[in-house]
């Protein structure tokens, strides 16, 4: 009998301390804080729309606009989204006029030449606003700058001839924490990159370059065809790159971005079920704390017969997804 009794007491005391690791899990899980980000907000968003991004659960939005807009202008949608409740990232850096090339007047094949009178102004004009969150010193390693891919005597890829490299980038952080020594500063990469084993990540970043580091995992590019890859970029391989940064910088914020957005020929629009499994693929990650989508895009002019991308009216189907999603995780 007292063999009985004991035999019950040890299964009641697995059960209770299974119960405990699980409420402890669930705890600790419920403490990992993840910003939700809404990319490619645009200079001229309304209020109702950047007050329609927070109840959707957005707390952090990213431009792709920067210090060549008027100042007037900045400043009113900074007091827009801070009356949103919104934070925002700025440029620090990824824009093209921070490298010299101002509105297409800039020299044939001009390599990046980094504007450091230019860009301490454009800091010191908008620290001081409250909704400023952190400076976004590079997007991509300068491969969205215009310069060629590929060098025009051929045989040179973009990659020795135009990229922005470590060294430059240490001259950003320098320049920027001179004038902001508070704010997070943050780069942008692809995983392109970061699939290439000739890309050496040590050319470009090192420990405390900046504070976050987003990786943008794009699953919707259709231009060379269906990529299988792409299936597993976000649930397998991303476990790869951020274990690849971990090497480098095991301290540094890794935010992911997903696509949810169109842009043909290159990024078809996902459908519902793709967005939502790149979501809960990303939510898996270990050791992340941000998602990002990519984007909000711009509402056109009547005048404006360029195909462009809005989040609100060609993904209203999309935003749903997001709005469900972020619910589900908070």
Known sequence: MK??????????SLAVLAAFVIEAYKANYSQKRIHFIMKDVGLYTPYEDLLQLREGGITLITTEWGMEEPADEVFRFLDRALKAGLRVIMDGG???TAWGYDSGVHKKNQKPIWQKEKAQSWIKKIRVHPAVYAYDICNEFGENM????????GGVEWIEDYSIQKNQLQKVRKDIRAIDPVRPLMLRMRNWDLDDDDFDL???I??????IIMLNLYTNWVYDGYDPDNEILISQKAERYISRLRKID??????VAVAAFAGMPYFKKPSRQKLEKDILDSLKLKNISGIGFFGLGWIADEDDHEENW???KEGRDL??????EIRSNR
């Open 3 to 12: 063999k009985q009794i004991y035999i019950v007491l040890f299964v009641l």
């Open 94 to 96: 990824f824009s093209e």
């Open 146 to 153: 215009p310069v060629p891919q590929e060098h025009p005597e």
């Open 202 to 204: 040590n050319r470009f």
């Open 206 to 211: 090192e420990s405390d370059l900046t504070e």
């Open 250 to 255: 095991p301290d540094v914020e890794i935010w």
């Open 310 to 312: 809005y989040l609100f």
């Open 319 to 324: 935003w749903q997804v997001i709005k469900t």
